[in-house]
């Protein structure tokens, strides 16, 4: 699993806020009344808080967490919890209240809904609907969209002539992709969704998530299930093949939670997550990732950051 060691100085924090700057709406007369303003949250029940198995979902989580805390709602964080298929099963059992997840791992993973959306919209519009009917709701989503990938190293893709995950079928069970367990089961977005697709029957090697790029840099994997978000992409090392029957889809981000809990927080408790989410562009969340995964600061830390960056602390 991704680290959450902590490794932060001063200079590297300013470096960061310095970054996140950029990314902020400027702070207008209502943004610097706010303190003063009463807190939609004191007074309101306490909302328990989960995130996933790896560094973005720690990040998001914090975000939330954060953003909330300040506008005096009580939130007990509960982080790293697992898988999809393990964080909803919390959910579902009330062992949390609400977690970020991806508007397209929960269709499939969790509804059993394996076509494609057409859109990004008509993503986030179906996992809501799903949500109300089965008495959740999912919040508007985040700009950014964080969807699994197939990569591999640049000097693998040229050896192998490879650009896309098709060309992938010609290896056999000589490919060996390293991927989190949950991708062997996951269809149409994992190891099910290869075969039908695209015919790419690899050697499967289950592994934790954080450990893809140095498993591809010691060639101890061919190929790695990575995220599309991963700073590490940005290094020109790697080569992401295309999706060409696109079985990753959509993954755009939104809070899915208890409508009986939501309703006992209040209306601003949504405004709030939704303020948050807003602010996630690509460039944003990248950065983020960047500052947890390579800079090795913590979560808490970086969302910190980020938040004060745009006002929101």
Known sequence: MRSRRTLVGLPIVLALSAVLAGFAAPAGASQRGHAAAAKPGVGKPAFT????????????????????????????LKPNIGSTEVT???LKHGQIQGYPE??????????????????????????????????????KTTPFSDSDA?????????????STIGDLKKLGKNLKLGAAPEFQTRNPDGLIGLKKFYGVDPTFDPV???????????????AAAVFTTDPQLKSGKYVVLKDTKFI?????????????????????????????????TQKAIITLNAAVELNQQSPAVVAKAFLKANHML
Do not use: M
């Open 49 to 76: 808080l989960g995130d996933k198995n790896f560094a973005e979902e720690y990040v998001l989580g914090s975000l939330y967490q954060q953003a909330l805390e300040a506008q005096g709602y009580t939130i007990k």
């Open 208 to 222: 934790n998530i954080g450990s893809f790029y140095p498993l591809l840099d010691k060639k101890t994997v061919d």
């Open 88 to 90: 909803f099963t919390a």
């Open 102 to 139: 991806y508007d397209g791992t929960l269709l499939a993973t969790v509804a059993g809904i394996t076509g494609n959306p057409s859109s990004a919209a008509a993503a986030a519009s179906e996992t809501s609907k799903w949500a109300q009917k089965h008495g959740y709701v999912f919040t």
């Open 150 to 162: 197939i990569a591999v190293l640049k000097s693998y893709a040229q050896t192998n002539h490879l």
């Open 248 to 280: 990753f889809g959509f993954q755009n981000v939104g809070l899915v939670a208890s409508k009986s809990a939501l309703s006992a927080e209040g209306p601003d408790f949504l405004k709030t997550v939704n303020k948050v989410s807003a602010l996630l």
